[in-house]
């Protein structure tokens, strides 16, 4: 099975463009469906269909406040209606944020997305990158963040969404390849068994 056969939906939200920039580097790695959290904290009715036929499911969020904005806080207390039911167990799971500070402490943000995912039974998916922290480091470098959980992404305050890394971007993209070939290999388990 290759990602085109594998269903990865990447759930989103984004207060200012920079975590959109993010999610469609997810997206185009893993072949994968945007779906927008609105700035209401919703999402359209269709879109729990397609969270509910997903392989895989990947959360995004700016790091507000130490912690996901909280139209995705809502986004997440909508999804124990899935929840209650097991809708997502089993199902692979990731997720990425993005904040202004280079630490901006993101790593919140990331384990409350893995959290989110355990409760939903499903089976996180790590980063796998290995952190760019040498002096020759560059700021496109690949994992600048140094982050294993998920992919973290750092805009300045004052930066449109266009001028972000291209390195954030290219391990987000990378991070969205990884979720659909982990997808693909529980996806060929499930066939065989």
Not at 112 to 134: D, E, R
Request: charged share 20%; net charge negative; hydrophobic share 45%.
């Amino acid at each position: 099975m290759t990602k085109d056969t594998i269903t990865t939906a990447i759930v989103y939200h984004s207060g200012y463009g920079h975590t959109r920039r993010v999610a469609e580097a997810v997206a185009e790695g893993a072949g994968g469906i945007l779906i927008a959290i609105d700035a209401d904290g919703n999402i359209p009715d269709s879109a729990w269909d397609t969270l509910l036929a997903a392989d895989a499911i990947i959360f995004g969020a700016p790091t507000y406040m130490g912690a996901p904005s909280w139209q995705f806080k809502k986004f997440a207390d909508a999804s124990s209606k899935a929840w209650f039911v097991d809708a997502w167990e089993d199902k692979v799971m990731g997720g990425f944020t993005n904040s202004a500070s280079l630490n901006g402490d993101k790593l919140s943000t990331l384990q409350y997305f893995m959290l989110l995912a355990c409760q939903h039974g499903g089976h996180w998916v790590s980063l796998a990158i290995k952190p760019a922290n040498t002096k020759a480091a560059k700021r496109d470098d690949l994992n600048r963040m140094g982050s294993h959980v998920g992919p973290m992404a750092q805009a300045d305050a004052d930066a449109t969404p266009e001028e972000m890394s291209v390195g954030d971007l290219e391990t987000a993209r990378l991070y969205g390849v990884r979720v659909a070939r982990i997808a693909a290999q529980f996806a060929a388990t499930r066939v065989v068994q």
